[in-house]
């Protein structure tokens, strides 16, 4: 289903969704619960195995990883699991991390798969973010592979000449190495803009937007964010 | 059918910020209609004579008129119609292609020459067929051959309608069955064309007719196969015919 929707509105779901996520407490928790389940429904109407959404997931590991040692270390009032001292400060602002941050990625692992990178890069076109910044990121699309190939190709040119990177000596050659793949990937950077400029480019790139967007698909879009908040006042009324 | 040249060059010297200088007052005339070959060992000014064709270079010394128009580096709205009269296809099909998909790589020319909508698309589609290659239409260049590419390259610059076609090493890197299927294309496309190259058979196959600049002007002005029947002319300037090929 999330296929279907027009990018940028996929991108104001997520971005709404995570600003109720952030914006309630982590002390009510039932409606953390809540968000999760409702992540797990829009993953589940999307067609996105589980697995995989949590497989993706898995790239927050190192953002989290210090918010898992803040209830070991901190201030304040302390209290006892197992024998281990817990700050409770540090618990409450770690678990908070740890919850809101899977939430947050788990949501934009959904965005993710459901968009093509050229999609979401047309989406935040229609949100209006500068043109040079959509520009800036879809060259960087379309030119990463050819980068990196040449690094590739580098790579084993300089292995082909008995050169294996084992220790601190070789990092000479590595940045040396680096600093001609920026020379070049310069100079690719100013042949691209002499193929523009002869095709007459004029500072705007074409936008070729042509889906629209009708009542049904902002319901659909806006109802997981919408959900969301509804679940949060609730469980702020009933106190839990 | 009018008479005016596509490409007129008179006089035309040029000299690098540096000091360097790359042209030194070239003449050449080229004929609507006409595929010449632009044969010179490196370093001889042929790039540099390219991109005076199209204003990136701007006129020093000397005129170029593009079917009769002037290039004027300095007026940017003649500018703008001389850079839709001639399609320069650059030797690196990456540096050429660099929208996300095929077809809107195709479509950023006749866009910024203010074309829109089902026009577009059909501008697109009709270059796309013109080179083979409307299928794929909707796939990101970096998953085509780099023959293909070269293609889609070609099919940039004729969505563009141009009045000349200067094709910048066109049989570089290209196995030989692309270099065939190029061959081709360029045989049966409707526009005046400039080729430069160094294959000096791939320049008998396709051009009637040959320039060689040298040292920043044209030495030598001729039918193709006269020049290179030359072989004194050819070494004078670097060109040699792979070995073994002979004119037949």
């Known amino acids: 289903m999330a296929h279907l929707l027009p990018s940028h509105l996929k991108i104001l779901a997520v971005l709404a969704f995570i600003s109720v996520s952030v914006s309630t407490p982590i002390t009510r928790w039932p409606a953390f619960i809540a968000f999760f389940l409702l992540l797990v429904a829009t993953a589940y109407a999307s067609k996105i195995p589980l697995l995989l959404l949590f497989k993706r997931a898995l790239i927050e590991i190192p953002f989290i990883f210090f918010a898992i040692l803040m209830p070991f270390f901190g201030t304040g009032e302390k209290f006892e699991i197992a024998g281990i001292e817990l700050y409770r400060e540090g618990l409450l602002a770690g678990t908070s991390i740890v919850v809101k941050g899977t939430l947050g990625v788990l949501a934009a692992v959904i965005l993710s798969t459901t968009t093509t990178a050229r999609e979401i890069l047309r989406g935040l076109e229609r949100l209006k973010l500068p043109a040079v910044m959509v520009q800036i990121a879809s060259f960087m699309l379309r030119y990463v592979n050819v980068i990196s190939d040449e690094m590739e190709r580098m790579k084993v040119a300089r292995e082909s000449r008995g050169f294996i990177a084992t220790g601190i000596k070789h990092w000479k050659v590595i940045a040396t190495s680096a600093a001609a793949l920026f020379i070049r990937s310069y100079e690719r950077g100013e042949r691209v803009h002499l193929a523009m400029l002869s095709r007459g480019f004029d500072g705007n790139l074409p936008t070729l937007v042509t889906d629209t967007v009708t009542k049904q698909h902002w319901i659909i879009a806006l109802s997981v964010p919408v959900l969301a908040l509804i679940f949060s006042l609730l469980f702020l009324v009933i106190g839990w | ?248």
């Open chain 2, 1 to 248: 059918m009018n008479n005016v040249p596509s490409l007129q060059i008179k006089e035309l010297a040029f000299a690098y910020p540096d000091g360097n200088q790359a042209l030194f007052g070239v003449n050449l005339t080229i004929n609507k209609g006409e595929r010449v070959a632009l044969l010179g060992p490196n370093g001889a000014g042929k790039t540099t004579l390219v991109l005076h064709m199209n204003g990136i270079h701007p006129t020093m010394q000397g005129e170029v008129r593009i079917a009769g128009e002037l290039v004027d580096g300095k007026n940017k709205e003649t500018l703008k119609q001389i850079r839709a009269k001639v399609g320069i296809v650059f030797q690196d099909p990456d540096d050429q292609l660099f929208m996300p998909t095929v077809g809107e790589d195709v479509a950023f020319g006749p866009y910024n020459m203010g074309i829109r909508g089902e026009e577009l698309q059909r501008v697109v589609d009709e270059a796309l067929t013109q080179v083979g290659m409307l299928e794929f239409r909707d796939r990101p260049p970096h998953h085509l051959s780099f023959g293909q590419r070269r293609r889609v390259a070609v099919a940039t610059v004729l969505a563009m309608k141009p009045e000349i076609l200067v094709m910048d090493e066109p049989s570089s890197n290209l196995d030989p069955a692309s270099r065939r299927e190029l061959a081709d294309i360029v045989r049966s496309l409707d526009v005046t064309i400039v080729m430069v190259t160094h294959d000096l058979p791939y320049a008998l196959e396709l051009c009637e007719r040959s320039v060689i600049l040298s040292g920043g002007i044209i030495v030598a002005d001729s039918s193709t196969r006269a020049i290179l029947s030359n072989a004194e002319l050819l070494a004078a300037h670097r060109l040699e015919l792979p070995v073994g090929f002979t004119l037949s």
